[in-house]
């Protein structure tokens, strides 16, 4: 498929860079600030910088990578390097990164006098389907997952599935659990083609992507500030993001990536479910058995899962002190602001670790 555009300024490949050099152009840009982390730097800025047309000055800016420097401390270094370096209200900020780049990225912009102009340029599977769509933009505090931040669309992305071949499999498997989450919260059968890898190859996958980021951005429009059906896409991602800070945290516990976390959760979220919404039993069967095929499964013990439960009530999706589930009645129907209790979560992790 020749990728190009999808609504709300996200271009692909050559097109993207043809796009990006037309707006620095017409914006007429003070100064191009670029974000990198240690792999972006490495990997990925030495063949964006010669696609940039311009003669706009250009600062590269690099953070430490990883889920644990996505904190308000690495905003403020950034902020100040930022101020020492000249940056004014006609700068511009690129985001050359995965998720954390794109979300830190796109909250230092949205706050720094007040917003500057931004630009997200993912180069993870997870960026380029989640993270970087959307316009949300924030930090982690104390290791619990994205509690300081703004909605706020960066001015365009762009997306150059090359970078794609400078991952490791594992980010790659991270990325395709929101992939795997776009299929059961809107599209039974965009679920069945990404369940069955095997008769999948590279070269269907630019369309995979462009068809999982035409599902975000259909939610997203329909309700850009979540009040309600934006909620879907959080399916998975209610004990996914406390496991993930849990495992964050734990210093003896091997930290796992957003889309390993993310894939437990949705495991968790069938099985919660089946109990509850009289999901189809053989629907949660097929759902563990892909997930587990893909990304194995993590041992979670019962203290583990009591701590994970108790970060449960930080999770930002929580109103009046209830903690609320997104759960499925069916493949592609989603139903929001549910409520389980403890011992049904318990339930759920005995079905996710029994083999």
């Not at 620095?24 to 730097?41: R, Y």
């Not at 959307?134 to 930090?139: P, S, W």
């Amino acid at each position: 498929m020749n990728l190009s555009q999808l609504e709300n300024g996200v271009f692909f490949n050559e097109e993207g860079y043809r796009q990006l050099n037309l707006f620095l152009a017409e914006k007429n840009f003070s100064k191009i600030f670029i974000l990198v982390d240690q792999n972006t730097h490495l990997h990925c800025l030495s063949s964006f910088l010669p696609k940039l047309e311009t003669s706009i000055p250009i600062e590269v800016l690099e953070m430490e990578a990883g889920e644990a420097n996505k904190t308000i401390e690495t905003c403020n270094g950034i902020w100040q390097v930022l101020s020492e370096l000249g940056a004014d209200r006609k700068s511009v900020m690129i985001n050359l990164g995965g998720g954390v780049v794109t979300d830190l990225g796109g909250f230092v912009a949205a706050t720094f006098k007040r917003g500057i102009s931004c630009i997200h340029f993912p180069t993870t599977l997870l960026g380029m389907v989640d993270a970087a769509i959307g316009g949300k933009n924030g930090v982690n505090l104390d290791g619990l997952k994205n509690q300081i931040g703004v909605i706020r669309p960066p001015e365009m992305v762009v997306l150059d599935t090359s970078f794609l071949q400078t991952l490791p499999a594992a980010e790659m498997r991270s990325g395709l659990a929101e992939m795997l989450k776009h299929g059961l919260i809107q599209n039974e059968d965009y679920w069945d083609r990404l369940s069955d890898l095997s008769n999948l190859d590279l070269s269907d996958l630019d369309s995979l992507i462009e068809e999982s980021i035409e599902i975000k951005e259909n939610v997203v429009q329909q309700d850009p500030t979540e009040q309600n059906l934006r909620k879907s896409l959080n399916f998975g991602h209610t004990l996914g993001h406390a496991i993930e800070s849990y495992f964050l945290e734990a210093s003896e516990k091997q930290k796992l990536l957003h889309g390993e976390a993310v894939a437990v959760g949705m495991v968790l979220a069938a099985y919660l479910s089946f109990r509850t919404e009289s999901f189809p039993q053989e629907k949660l069967q097929e759902i563990k058995e892909t997930i587990v095929s893909m990304y194995g499964q993590i041992e979670i013990s019962r203290e583990d899962q009591e701590k994970i439960i108790e970060l449960l009530k930080f999770d930002k999706k929580n109103e009046a002190g209830k903690i609320n589930f997104v759960l499925l009645r069916r493949i592609g129907e989603p139903v929001m602001d549910r409520q389980v209790t403890n011992e049904l979560i318990y339930d759920a992790f005995s079905y996710y670790l029994d083999n």
